[in-house]
């Protein structure tokens, strides 16, 4: 299958500071970046879905303000968790697709996330 | 709303055993279901899918029908080998393709020798 990097795997920073997590498909056009978060023992959660050129839609429940996410080109996607605190520590995965999600999206391995 | 249900783990078999990883569904209308694998270190892979009800999706010895009557996705495989340790996820879209995907969280399996 198609190749999803995502980094960094893993990243600790202080509360109060911004993160920002990077999804790149090293071999395909990815029209469509879904960003999921996933807490210990439980399910992804979908946080947006991103098109390429255009701006982000947010789940329900997400601040769009906390998690931007900018897909400026057909290969790269970022989420930058803003004014981190300890509870938006948790496990970041994304996903893209090359035909806005009608074809099969592949995923990054994901990014830990840990605010102290 | 939609959701996805699928058994606790750790499941945790001998080589050659049979394996059932139980999930069931709640959704309107007709959603495509999925499972995905996450062996250590790696990402998601799809391992099968089906999009309509009665539907069997297979790879590698894996096999799961969609059951409209009775909502559920259970993933089989008639002999597990070590290498099929990993993390096992049921998913559903009932947006269509691959979008708004919903999981559920995941069933650990631990296959020894």
């Known amino acids: 299958g198609a190749v999803v990097s995502q980094h960094p795997s893993w990243v600790i920073c202080k509360s109060g500071t911004s993160v920002k997590i990077e999804c790149r498909s090293l071999d395909f056009q990815a029209t469509t970046m879904f960003w999921y978060r996933q807490f210990p023992k439980q399910s992804l959660m979908l946080m947006a879905t991103?098109?390429?050129?255009?701006?982000?839609?947010?789940e329900q429940g997400v601040e769009k303000d906390k998690f931007l996410i900018n897909h400026a080109s057909l290969t790269l996607s970022t989420l930058t968790v803003t004014s981190a605190h300890p509870e938006d520590s948790s496990f970041y995965i994304c996903?893209?697709?090359?035909?806005?999600?009608?074809?099969?999206?592949?995923f990054g391995q994901g990014t830990r996330l840990t605010v102290v | 709303g939609n959701s996805v249900t699928q058994m606790e783990g750790p499941v945790t078999l001998s080589e050659e055993a049979f394996l059932t990883i139980n999930c069931t569904y709640t959704?309107?209308?007709?959603?495509?279901l999925f499972w995905y694998v996450q062996y250590p270190g790696e990402g998601l892979q799809l391992l099968l899918k089906?999009?309509?009800?009665?539907d069997k999706g297979s790879n590698k010895g894996f096999e799961a029908t969609y059951r409209k009557e009775t909502t559920s996705f259970h993933l089989e495989k008639g002999s597990v080998q070590v290498s099929d340790s990993a993390v096992y996820f049921c998913?559903?879209?009932?947006?269509?393709?691959?979008?708004?995907?919903?999981f559920g969280a995941g069933t650990r399996l631990a296959v020894h020798p």
């Open positions: 959704a309107t209308g007709y959603p495509s």
């Open positions: 998913a559903l879209s009932a947006s269509g393709g691959y979008n708004k995907l919903i």
């Open positions: 991103s098109n390429e050129g255009s701006k982000a839609t947010y």
């Open positions: 996903s893209a697709s090359e035909s806005r999600g009608n074809t099969e999206a592949f």
């Open positions: 089906a999009t309509k009800a009665d």
